[in-house]
């Protein structure tokens, strides 16, 4: 991973932009913006649609008639010899109200109200990693900050030891790549099942002990809101906490960790917010329109749609290109530069609809609070970019950054 690697924009099928290819996430703006510009609803070598105008991917999550999946109940991304763990039974590949029971069952957990318990706990958090990078003169953003907030605080919502996130970093990166399985390559598959069989295996035995012992956690919620008649068994329980496992981890260090690289590559825009605490909320937007970690997202047309002028079948497999939708012209002034003060913030990170993010207020208070310590507690820094790495998620997450202050 270099500083500002710019790829090669050519057509290889893919219009330029090959999601799959090792280069794309390096910068994938150069061609997603090309994409978007001249051929904003794509039909790939591989079959789906690529929707990339902001209007289009708006259109479509609030108006389209969308499922998760095929007619056939397939999936048109995941894996299907996939094994025990599989997303298959997540809420995010379920529809009408078998989707709305499962989003309601968990989403008390993630209200604003829920979560004022956890600020103080997200402050903790922060101010540690400040002192110890402080006492360091330096840090790995991944493992010492962005990677710590959004574990300790999922895991205590979710009533998960922290001893074991290591073993969840490890499993999360891996399973990310189940969402578009189709695509990958074997090997990355075959350590992708396998990560989910460990998964299932930890969580039923998680579940296990609640059942034994209640406790005051989201997963012993879930067993008692099933008991109360709402039915969830055993893997379907265990399936909606992997899940959030992985929605709740990867992502936000994702966030975190893509927004504290661009606020040291413009340190212009640290020093404002440094000297403007209050646009730490603004920031956080910015970032995620800036640098989104989830690059595209999926639906299915369950009849005809007319998008971008084209009219696309029904069964139409649909990418939305939230990165090319989030960096649109016709949207944002200057789409490529970063401006924390930029006024009417309207990203695509967070998907649309139905299945609009439900953790999206958790990560927005973790991020803020991240963003502000950094730039306010901390030093310039540079960023030690021969060492840096990308995780092994699907997404554009950041494994590895250190930096040293100056
Ligand atoms: C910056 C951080 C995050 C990003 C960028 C992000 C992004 C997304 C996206 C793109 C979707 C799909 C939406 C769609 O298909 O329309 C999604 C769904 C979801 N996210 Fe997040 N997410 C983040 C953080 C979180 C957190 C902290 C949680 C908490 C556990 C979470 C839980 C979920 C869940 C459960 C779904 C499925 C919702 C449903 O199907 O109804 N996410 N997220």
Same mark, same amino acid.
């Given at each position: 991973m270099t500083g500002a690697p710019t790829p090669e924009v050519e057509?290889?099928?893919?219009?330029?932009?090959?999601?799959?290819?090792?280069?794309?996430?390096? #910068?994938?703006y150069p061609a997603m913006n090309q994409l978007r510009e001249k051929d904003p609803v794509n039909e790939t070598p591989v079959g789906p649609w690529r929707i990339s105008r902001h209007a289009d991917v708006v259109d479509v999550f609030r108006n389209a008639p969308t499922s998760q999946t095929l007619a056939d109940g397939s999936s048109p991304n995941m894996d299907d010899q996939d094994r025990r763990g599989s997303f298959r039974d997540f809420m995010l590949n379920m529809d009408g109200p078998e989707h709305a029971r499962l989003r309601r069952l968990v989403l008390g957990a993630f209200t604003p109200k829920a979560l004022k318990h956890i600020e103080g706990e997200i402050d903790r958090v922060v101010d540690e990693a400040m002192h110890t990078a402080l006492k360091q003169g330096g840090m790995e953003v991944v493992e010492d900050f962005a990677l710590r907030i959004p574990s300790r605080m999922i895991c205590r919502i979710m009533g998960?030891?922290?001893? #074991?996130i290591d073993q969840f970093t490890v499993w999360t990166a891996a399973r990310t790549n189940a969402f578009f399985a189709?695509?990958?390559p074997e090997d990355v598959v075959e350590h992708t099942r396998q990560a989910g069989e460990q998964m299932a295996d930890y969580f039923e035995a998680q579940i296990k002990l609640r059942r034994a012992n209640p406790r005051e956690d989201l997963l012993t919620n879930l067993i008692q809101s099933e008991e109360k008649g709402d039915r969830l068994g055993d893997v379907e329980l265990a399936i909606q906490a992997i899940g959030l496992l992985i929605a709740g981890f990867e992502t936000t260090i994702g966030l975190i960790g893509n927004g504290t690289k661009a606020l040291i590559e413009n340190p212009d825009q640290a020093e404002l917010l440094k000297q403007n605490p209050d646009l730490a909320k603004n920031t956080v937007e910015e970032c995620l329109r800036y640098d989104t970690p989830v690059l595209f997202n999926w639906r299915v047309l369950t009849e005809p749609y007319e998008v971008g002028g084209k009219t696309l079948p029904e069964n139409a497999v649909l990418w939305m290109m939230l990165g090319a939708a989030n960096h649109d012209p016709r949207v944002h002034d200057d789409p490529d530069t970063m401006d924390?003060?930029?006024?009417g913030i309207s990203h695509?990170?967070?998907?649309?609809?139905?299945?609009?993010?439900?953790g999206n207020q958790l990560a927005r208070m973790e991020a803020s609070r991240a963003f502000h310590a950094f730039v306010s507690r901390l030093p310039k820094a540079e960023i030690q970019y021969d060492d840096c790495a990308w995780s092994?998620?699907?997404?554009?997450?950041?494994g590895k950054m250190p930096i040293e202050f100056h």
């Open positions: 057509d290889d099928g893919w219009a330029g932009a090959n999601p799959f290819a090792p280069s794309f996430r390096d #910068d994938p998960l030891p922290e001893e #074991d189709r695509f990958l924390i003060t930029r006024q695509a990170s967070f998907g649309g609809g139905a299945h609009t993010c439900l092994e998620s699907f997404f554009r997450v950041l």
